[in-house]
């Protein structure tokens, strides 16, 4: 009977991470899609990210139910309870990613009523092709355990900072320089931010990693750039409606 059941418990686990890293996938897409929008100033596909959302929210919470049941039912110790809270760490890491790729759509309707800013909107794309590909790889490293890739992408935070204060300054650049790109600057500038939190929460999914593996943190702060800029850059007066 226990090893029935201690094998019952290890096919849950699989389960559980199997349904986080479909949950990945989709979250991906829409971080792609997203970046794709603005580029291309693609309406059609902005309102689709913004409802494939609510598809988000809901594995988010349904996998939250299960680890919860998971470990009051199993009661499960070391590695498996390491591996248990990782898949709910994801999860919200995902979904608040999931609310990233959203709020850039968003913003990207409003971007296709207005005059576009070609230099600008290129520079917001090369950076949205970074972050995505930082988000592929530490997704593609949880899902196999891969700790020497998934710090690979922890060390590389920086560079996705070093893009979004570039992008600042450019911005600031274009608004100084004609009042009347000012509204479409400063929603560009809003989506560069959303761009370094999804990096960031890539950044998070390395380290959840780390700690499912080997119940350690990744030694040493964050790699972070030395502009004081970051401190400066606004707060996202839609963050709320991610809630």
Known sequence: MSE????FFGDEL???KAEVTRMGGLVEAQVEDAVECVARRD???AQTIV???LKIDEMQR???RKAIRMIALRQPVAQDLRRTVAAM???WNLERTGDQAKSIAKRSLILATSEPLTPLTRAVERMGKLVASRLKESLDAYTIADLERGFAVWNADEEVDEHYDSLFRELLTYMMGDPRTISSCAHLLFIGK???RIGDH???IAEILQYEVTGEEIAGDRPRWSSHMAAESPADPTAGDDQ
Request: hydrophobic share 35%.
């Open 62 to 64: 349904e996998i939250e």
């Open 14 to 16: 699989t389960q559980l």
């Open 51 to 53: 409802g494939r959302d």
């Open 194 to 196: 959303n761009l370094e």
């Open 4 to 7: 029935h059941t201690l094998k």
């Open 89 to 91: 760490k994801m999860a």
């Open 202 to 204: 890539a950044t998070n």
């Open 43 to 45: 309406v059609d596909l």
